[in-house]
Structure formats: structure tokens, C-alpha cells
């Protein structure tokens, strides 16, 4: 894409046009920052390319005037006056081949390693143009982006989660038990992000660097507090949470994902653990984590092995302001004095402090957090009862299933380490709806329609298990698999599918540069090699709306039909062009025209 750095892999889905980018926010009043303090602060040799009035020695003598920067973008087409351009090699071309347009853009730097200085000493810009020029200059882009906007993030309460399954999720209660308790939340995650109740369409589920510190120092100037932000595998692996002080850090789970990306479980596994590890640049100073599987216990050995010896979660900070690090001085602009908002007085000084990972558990008796009396209502919605270090209360949730009775379970326990009182958390998780998640499609008809995300083979066989144990009805699942990702899961999506539905119907996720066939028979293999008395009918559909008007056809009363795949998207990518497609509103209309074929009346 013209203009663009692309790094080699990307995560999360884009609503809109495929490689479409949301209008990125930017404070109002970014400092300013010399681009000599830049090259200091990374290692970076500071080189010059002549401008076309200049000769090379008189660029060299511009560095005698200093060269300040506002701003930092690694797209060309998105560049604003007075920004440092992030030229980074790509996957198809280098962002150095597009420095021409940025400097057009009003670009007064560019940071790039030694390729791109090669392809720089060709341009001709206005003026002479410093480069700062890294080896890899990707790994110090988040230092780099953090620094330029003043370092917003050590000025806020940064909670994130990861995980494979669950982030999102977990995200959204978190962000209603803050909201509950008098916090001024913003949250960032594959949804949107959401700001004072501005939403603003995700394109990855960790933005980039560039646009993460910019959107903390908005949050920052709009009087923001705290922020909850999923944190995926491709974030920590590409840094683009680094420069990102994380107060605490979340784990919900781990099973086969991004294995197009990653190396193996392992090495998917020791992405994630970046939040925990104790050489992590960017490790959490609390950690809370979901032992539910040997990867939690995993990692809750890897928090613990990280809190230095003398640390204990007595020893704590005096005021709030102690929240602070010192790296948060001075950078900050004046308009940032009213940088603390009177909510930050909420923030309690224990966020700041180090401590054993706290440990959650539906499943075992020895975490800090359990859960019991786990009841299910028929319309999905379930109460249980929370157990603490400092006592029992009861939770009420509107989501169905146990899996997220697990997620309720660690956003409290990642609240109460926020120091969010656990009863006023309890009052915001329960009134949490989650976008595409177990969300439900009700046209009057008498079968259950839902759709979700579940994109993943742990994911969707749970969401199935957790429809079985609300219906003896009889199920059918909707499925397919991205293009362009973990290969591996496809057949493992049909056989997830085929062993728990009644009726599976393969059809088209968002095939994106493949074809759409070859996915489809991958998905159609695993839900094949089910033996046949365990099988579920196989069907096969290659237009997903078609599909997905089969299965309301073949529901009868108290029958069951999921979407999986897709859940909150509203764009199905194909050969580079995202065609507008929202998995609820293709349902509902299929479960209106059978309702109108049946002379007015829905079954």
C-alpha cells in the first residue's frame, strides 16, 4: 500500500476498506522534542542529507540549529507538521521509499537504520533533513514515540490483558468496574477504543506505537485516569507497547493462535509473558493470572520470579503521587499540569507497588480468587459467588457461559488490584454486554440465533459447550477460517465444530488473499475426520450469507444457531477489498425472510 510502512505481520481485523486506517488522535499540546535528546536517548547517529539549496557541508554545520519534533507516524499518508517519520523496513517495500511524501506532509525528521539512509542520500529535500539512523530502529519506536508525547502512559494506570481467549472481554468488565467505582476510564482494544464514551473503531487490537502514546496523551489531556487495553502477542513481540508503564497486567489463557506467527505454543507463550518476565522492558509491576491451564500456572511463575525478594505488598508508597516515576518529570507540556485529574486521587498507591502475582481459579481450590454457586439462568445470564482475600461477595453477569464466569472472576481480582472497592465492581461487571461475543439476534423467532467471535478451536468449542448446557435443542454451527493465518487450525475448527453441532455449514471467513476453496476444504477435512456416528451433517457453502440463511432455514423451535468467526466485524476481507458484511445484521435479516416466506408469521 502506497505510502505505508508495513511490518511483516499484522494482527486484529480492519472495519472499512482493507488496509483502511481510523483517524488517529493527537493531543493538543505535544511538547517539543529536540531530535539530538532523540538520537541520545536510543543510541542513534544523527546524519544529514543536504537540501537543495545546501551542499553536505552545510548540512552537517544545520545540526548548530536545533531540530525539534511534535509528533511521531510510520505512514507516510498520515504524517502532520513537525512529525518524526518512523521509516521501518516492510514486508514488500521500505518506509524510506516514502519520504518523499511524508517530508511533502510537513516531516522534519526521519528515523530509519542504514538501508534506508542509502535510499534517503537520493532525495533532494526543501531543507537539510536530519536522520537518525538505529540498526533497528522498530525496537526503539515505542521509547522513541513514548518520549515525543511526553511519556503520557507514567501519568495514567495502565492495565493490560492478554492472553489468547478472553481479552476483550475482560477488557470491557474491567472497564465498567473502573467506570463504577468513579474512575475516568479509557479502553483500548479490537472492538474500539473509547474515550469520556468516544468510540473509535479499532484497526489492530494493540495499536502502534506512534498511535498508542499519542491516544495515552489525549487521554491524558482530556482528564483520564486509568486505561484497560488488550495487549496481543504481536504487541509485545513488535514493540508496540513498549515506552508503556503497565501498573498491572492481566492473563486470561492460552491455546493454538497466531501460529502463522509465531514459532510453536512456546514461542506464542513467551511472547506474552513479555507483561511478566522480570527482563521485560515492559513488565507489569502487579500481575494477576488465570491458573485455569498449566500456561497460567506457567506464567504465575514467572510474575512471582520477577518481584524482586525485598518487595512485599505492605511496603507501599505514602500518597498516590508516588504512583509516579520519576521519568515522568518534566517532559509533559504545561497543559498537562492538570495532568492529575482530582479522579486520580482514587489511584491508589498499592497499583505502584511490588507484589506476588494474585491468582485466579474457577476450576481449583489453592488462587487468591474463586468462584462458587455458579447458577445459570434460561435466558444465558448467571450469578456466583466471588471469594477473596478479603471476603465473599456476590457477582451477577449477564454473559452466558463458564469460561465467562473465569473472566468476571479476573477482572475483579484485576479491579481490587487497581484498588477498586470489589462490591462496586461487582455493580459494574454486571451490567457489561460485550459486542459480538455470545451476542444474541432476536427478530421474535422461537429458535436462539448468536453470534461470536470465536475464531479460534478452544474458543469455539467452548461457546458451543456453552449453548448445549442452555438448550436440549439441536445446534448448528456456522464456521469457517481466516485467510492468511495459523494454517494449522483450520481442520481443527471443522472438527470442533462437527463433534459439538448437529449441522455444521462451511462457508467464507475473510479468505483475504487465499483462496477461499482451499480454506474451505481445510475447515471441511477436520470436520470429515470426526467418526461418522459422532459427525455432525456437513454442509458447504462458499457465500457466508448463504450459509447462514441455510442454518435459519433448517432451525425449528428450540434449536440453536451459531455464527462463529466474525463477531463484532462489519467488513469481510477478500483479495484486498473489504466488502461490507456484519455477521448480526446478515442474521437478522435471514431470520425476517423466513419469517415473511412463512406469510408474516416467524416460527
Known amino acids: 500500500m502506497q505510502g505505508t510502512n508495513t511490518p511483516q505481520h499484522s494482527t486484529g481485523e480492519v472495519a472499512g476498506p482493507a488496509g483502511s486506517v481510523p483517524g488517529d488522535l493527537r493531543p493538543e499540546h505535544p511538547p517539543q522534542t529536540p531530535v539530538t535528546a532523540l538520537a541520545e536517548l536510543i ?45 521501518l523496513p516492510g514486508a514488500r517495500a521500505h518506509g524510506a521509499e516514502f519520504a518523499a511524501s511524508a517530508l511533502e506532509r510537513g516531516a522534519v525528521a526521519v528515523l530509519t537504520d542504514p538501508a534506508g539512509m542509502a535510499t534517503l542520500a537520493a532525495l533532494a529535500p526543501a531543507t537539510a533533513l536530519p536522520v537518525l539512523v538505529h540498526p533497528d530502529p522498530r525496537s526503539v519506536l515505542g521509547e522513541v514515540s513514548a518520549t515525543v508525547y511526553g511519556r503520557p502512559a507514567d501519568r495514567l494506570q495502565v492495565i493490560g490483558i492478554t492472553g489468547t481467549s478472553g481479552k476483550t472481554t475482560t477488557a470491557y468488565l474491567v472497564e465498567a468496574g473502573l467506570t463504577a467505582s468513579g474512575r475516568r476510564a479509557g479502553l483500548v482494544g479490537t472492538i474500539e477504543t473509547r474515550i469520556e464514551g468516544r468510540r473509535v473503531p479499532s484497526a489492530l487490537t494493540t495499536p502502534e506505537a506512534p498511535q498508542l502514546h499519542a491516544l495515552f496523551a489525549v487521554m ?27 501498573a498491572i497486567g492481566a492473563f486470561t489463557n492460552l491455546s493454538q493462535d497466531h501460529l502463522d506467527f509465531h514459532d510453536g505454543l512456546d514461542d506464542y507463550f513467551a511472547a506474552k509473558s513479555r507483561l ?15 491458573v485455569d491451564d498449566e500456561w497460567g500456572s506457567r506464567m504465575a511463575e514467572i510474575a512471582a520470579a520477577a518481584v524482586p525478594p525485598e518487595s512485599t505488598a505492605a511496603v507501599l508508597p505514602e500518597s498516590a503521587a508516588a504512583v509516579l516515576p520519576e521519568s515522568a518529570a518534566a517532559v509533559l507540556p504545561e497543559s498537562a499540569a492538570a495532568v492529575l485529574p482530582e479522579s486520580a486521587a482514587a489511584v491508589p498507591p498499592e497499583s505502584a507497588a511490588e507484589a506476588p502475582p494474585t491468582t485466579v481459579s474457577i476450576t481449583t481450590g ?86 461470536d467471535y470465536a475464531h479460534k478451536p478452544a474458543a469455539l468449542e467452548a461457546v458451543i459447550a456453552t449453548l448445549r448446557g442452555q438448550s436440549a435443542g439441536r445446534l448448528a454451527v456456522v464456521v469457517g477460517a481466516g485467510g492468511d493465518r495459523d494454517q494449522g487450525k483450520r481442520p481443527m475448527m471443522g472438527e470442533v465444530s462437527a463433534r459439538g453441532a448437529d449441522l455444521v455449514i462451511i462457508t467464507d471467513d475473510n479468505p483475504r488473499s487465499e483462496d477461499p476453496a482451499a480454506i474451505r476444504a481445510a475447515v471441511r477435512e477436520g470436520a470429515l475426520g470426526v467418526p461418522e ?49 456484519d455477521d448480526r445484521e446478515v442474521l437478522a435479516a435471514a431470520i425476517d425472510a423466513v419469517g415473511r416466506s412463512d406469510e408474516g408469521q416467524v416460527r
Open 533 to 581: 456416528a459422532a459427525r455432525a451433517e456437513v454442509r458447504e457453502f462458499a457465500d457466508r450469507a448463504e450459509a447462514i440463511a441455510d442454518a435459519v432455514r433448517w432451525a425449528e423451535p428450540g434449536d440453536m444457531v451459531l455464527v462463529a468467526g466474525k463477531g463484532h466485524e462489519i467488513g469481510q476481507e477478500i483479495n484486498g477489498v473489504k466488502h461490507p458484511f
Open 276 to 290: 511478566f518476565a522480570r527482563d521485560s522492558t515492559v513488565r507489569a509491576r502487579r500481575a494477576v493470572v488465570c
Open 43 to 87: 543510541g542513534a547517529r544523527v546524519q544529514w542529507v543536504a537540501g537543495t539549496a545546501a551542499t553536505a557541508a552545510t548540512a552537517e554545520s544545520a545540526g548548530d540549529a536545533p531540530i525539534s519534533v511534535t509528533g511521531v507516524e510510520l505512514r507516510a499518508q498520515s504524517i502532520e507538521p513537525g512529525d518524526l517519520f518512523a521509516a
Open 220 to 246: 491524558l489531556e482530556r482528564g483520564l485516569d486509568t486505561v484497560v487495553m488488550e495487549v496481543s502477542s504481536h504487541a509485545l513481540s513488535l514493540g508496540r507497547v513498549d515506552g508503556t508503564d503497565f
Open 366 to 451: 489453592g488462587a487468591d480468587w474463586t468462584a462458587s454457586e455458579v447458577v445459570a439462568a434460561e435466558d444465558g445470564s448467571q450469578r456466583f459467588i466471588a471469594h477473596g482475600p478479603t471476603g465473599s461477595l456476590p457477582v451477577a453477569l449477564r454473559l452466558p457461559g463458564h469460561y465467562n464466569v473465569a473472566n468476571a472472576l479476573l477482572a475483579l481480582a484485576t479491579l481490587a488490584a487497581a484498588g477498586v472497592d470489589p462490591e462496586r465492581a461487582a455493580a459494574g461487571i454486571g451490567s457489561v454486554d460485550v459486542p459480538g461475543r455470545v451476542q444474541r439476534v432476536d427478530r421474535g423467532q422461537d429458535f436462539l440465533a448468536v453470534v
